[in-house]
């Protein structure tokens, strides 16, 4: 991984837990379980443990609003902010898991991108 590939990851990687961490001192329980948020491969994976957060897994996915928790956790590249067009170009999906594997949803940039935009 060259210099500029590690910056890269340590900036996306960054961005995400800065936004993870706002919407969970917000007390949003889905931000509140994140256990590990990584960038390789195009992809950022998210790992939740509900137990961080003081909830089961069952009561975590009946107060989620999302269906497809990338649909939230990805966000903070979804949109034409300065923020998600310097990013968005580097990520390829994003994808939530729980932390025995159970999968929580994907979604690739230009689905999220188009979602919130409409574009």
């Known amino acids: 991984m060259t210099n500029d590939d590690e910056s890269t990851a340590h900036e996306i990687e960054s961005a995400f837990k800065d936004f993870l961490a706002e919407r969970a001192a917000a ?3 889905l931000a509140r379980s994140v256990a590990s948020i990584r960038y390789e491969h195009r992809t ?13 897994t069952a009561a975590l ?4 609003a999302f269906e497809n928790v990338a649909d939230f956790m990805g966000a903070v590249i979804a949109f034409d902010d300065e923020l998600g067009l310097r990013l968005r170009p580097h990520v390829d999906q994003v994808v939530t898991r729980l932390a025995d594997g159970t999968d929580l ?6 689905e999220l991108h188009r979602a919130a935009t409409g574009r």
Do not use: E, K, Y
């Open 61 to 64: 996915r009946d107060t989620s």
């Open 44 to 56: 950022v994976s998210i790992i939740l443990d509900p137990a961080i957060a003081g909830v089961t």
């Open 27 to 29: 007390g949003v329980a």
């Open 105 to 110: 949803g994907s979604r690739t940039s230009a």
